[in-house]
């Protein structure tokens, strides 16, 4: 709830309805890279925003997190909970429209996400998440 509402700051024109969370492993989120964006490898995490059907007034969307490597990576980046808080951080830019294509746009990514971290973690949001 703490980076919905996060995203709800950074993003003040989408209203949200639904945004889903699925865990998976290298295995599970390969296919799905290759289905929404025609890479045919792992990845740490996804965002799908889905187009609004008629009617709708409120967004749906899905993150898509490697739980796998997370906790690979987790013991030289700061902790699996850690990593793991970073790519929800990081899936929430993405549904909120953010693009880490650029140098320029991946630093401003990244910055924002710590500091969504730092209160989280300040908060006490972030403790035991996996480990």
């Not at 390969?30 to 289905?35: D, E, F, G, S, T």
Request: glycine share 10%.
């Amino acid at each position: 709830m703490f980076l919905l509402t996060r995203m709800k700051l950074l993003d003040q024109q989408t209203q949200w309805s639904e945004i889903s969370l699925l865990l998976t492993n290298d295995t599970g989120i390969r296919p799905l890279k290759k289905a929404y964006f025609d890479l045919d490898e792992a990845t740490d995490v996804l965002s799908v925003r889905y187009d609004l059907l008629p009617g709708e007034t409120e967004c749906t969307g899905e993150i898509i997190v490697n739980v796998q490597r997370a906790v690979d990576l987790g013991p030289t980046h700061g902790g699996s909970s850690h990593e793991l808080a970073l790519y929800l951080a990081h899936g929430c830019d993405h549904l909120c429209g953010e693009d880490d294509a650029t140098e320029d746009g991946h630093k401003q990514m990244r910055q924002r996400e710590l500091q969504w971290l730092k209160t989280a973690g300040d908060d006490g949001l972030i403790d035991g998440l996996i480990e």
